[in-house]
Every structure is written in structure tokens, then in C-alpha cells.
């Protein structure tokens, strides 16, 4: 994956065995994810958690930071563990990819969105419940076996937004991000110049249109580590597919700060 690129995929639909994988990936019982709460005395924000299946003490491991889309806003501690956050739970990514993962329910909505004039896309902006989770990832690092140069983040739609919004306010906690089917913020961007950055999305988005992150990406191309998957065939809501679930953890972790 070559940064500076942007790779187009033309695939008209997955394939039988790609969709039974993501079924597989949604049915998995995510009881190894521990329930827990940040709560600062004026926010809370509900959280799951995940720990590699066996901790040395000696040795540290990457954390991965999950956004979730709009449709899991809530309480219940429960919608957040979606297809990117149980992708994890899979008995190969269990043995080959020892990592903590971190999933947080947004009680509102993590990220907003307005238009930026000047570009004439939308963009987004962030509020105090991500400021809350970031602050605990430091308290995170400091209780558990976490590498701080391998933290992560990811997200899906609105999540995919929160990535965006998560590596602007804090360029110094993450090792790489992806952003799939977000919207981009722009004000920080020559803070994110050394930092791998993946975006994907689908030409074919009426939910968040992809004009932001392919904006986003033409001003980072020249000077930042970005790269942009297309697929011109799919949606927003199909995006998230068999191939890219393998993907992802194959490049993630090759990256650390």
C-alpha cells in the first residue's frame, strides 16, 4: 500500500463466501469484551473492553480504539460491537494478533457535521465525550501491558469520523488510523503529515458522501502518509466487507510510532 495512491475496486457485489464471513464476524459472542465506564463527574461514556488471551508481564501490546456509526448511539453497552470491533474475536486474529481493543458507546453523538465554505464539503467536529476517552487511554497505558508507540484507531461511518477528530486533537497517541466512510477534519493537518493514514469509502455513499475524505485526501497525498481505497460499486452500508476485515489487521499492525 503505497501512500500517495488511490486504489479503485470495481467489484459489482461480494462474494457468497465474503457475506457469510460478515455474518459470521457479527454472530461471534463477544463476552471476552469487559464492560466498563469513564466517567469524568460530568460525562460517562459506557466502554467494552478486550485483552489479549494471555498477558506476560513482560511484554507490551498494541491497543486498537473502535469507533462505532450513529446507529449504535446509546447506553445499552451493547450496539457499539459491530463488525470492526468483533473483527478482533476471530480465533486466527486471537493467535496471530495478541492486541487490547477498546470499543466505547457514545451516549450522543461523537461527531457533528457542518459545511466548510471554503472547500465546499462537509466536515466534522468532535465533542467532550471523545475528550473523555482519550484522556482514559492515558490512564489505559499506564494500568495495563499497552505498547504506547502501537495505539490505533479506527472507525465506521460517524466512527470513522471520530478517527478523524480523535487523531486531530491528540497526533501524538497514534501509531495509525482508518477511516472508513467518515467525514474528514481539516484544521490539523500538518500535525498528521507523519502518520499512516487509510481511507476507504464507496463512490456510491449517500449516507456520508465521499467528497470529504477524497478532499481530504487530495490535500494530504503530496505531504502526509495517506492512502485511499475507492469502491466505485458500493453504498454505504456495504462497504465493510470480508476482504477488508483481513486487510486491516495486516497493515494496522505493521505501523508504530
Known sequence: M??????????????????????????????DFKAGKFDNGKVAVNYRFLKPKKVEQNKKYPLVLVFHGS???????????????KMWLLPENRKQYPVYVLAPQFPIRSSNYHLDESRNVKVSESNEH?????????????????????????????????????????????????????????DKMDEL??????????????????????????????????????YKNKYHNNILSAELMDEIPKWLLQQHQ
Open 193 to 230: 503529515t507523519k502518520m499512516p493514514i487509510w481511507i476507504v469509502h464507496g463512490s456510491l455513499d449517500t449516507d456520508n458522501f465521499p467528497q470529504s475524505n477524497f478532499k481530504f485526501f487530495d490535500e494530504m497525498k503530496s505531504k502526509g502518509q495517506v492512502f485511499l481505497w475507492e
Open 2 to 31: 503505497k501512500y500517495g495512491t488511490k486504489t479503485e475496486f470495481h467489484d459489482k457485489a461480494d462474494s457468497l463466501q465474503s457475506l457469510a464471513r460478515i455474518k459470521y464476524i457479527k454472530s461471534l459472542d463477544y463476552s
Open 130 to 186: 471523545l475528550d473523555l476517552v482519550l484522556k482514559s487511554i492515558d490512564s489505559l497505558v499506564i494500568n495495563e501491558n499497552i505498547d504506547r508507540d502501537r495505539i490505533y484507531v479506527m472507525g465506521f461511518s460517524m466512527g470513522g469520523a471520530t478517527t478523524s477528530n480523535a487523531i486531530s486533537k491528540r497526533p501524538d497517541l497514534f501509531a495509525a488510523a482508518i477511516n472508513v466512510s467518515g467525514i474528514s477534519q481539516f
Open 71 to 85: 446507529g449504535a448511539i446509546g447506553t445499552n453497552n451493547t450496539s457499539q460491537m459491530g463488525v470492526l470491533s
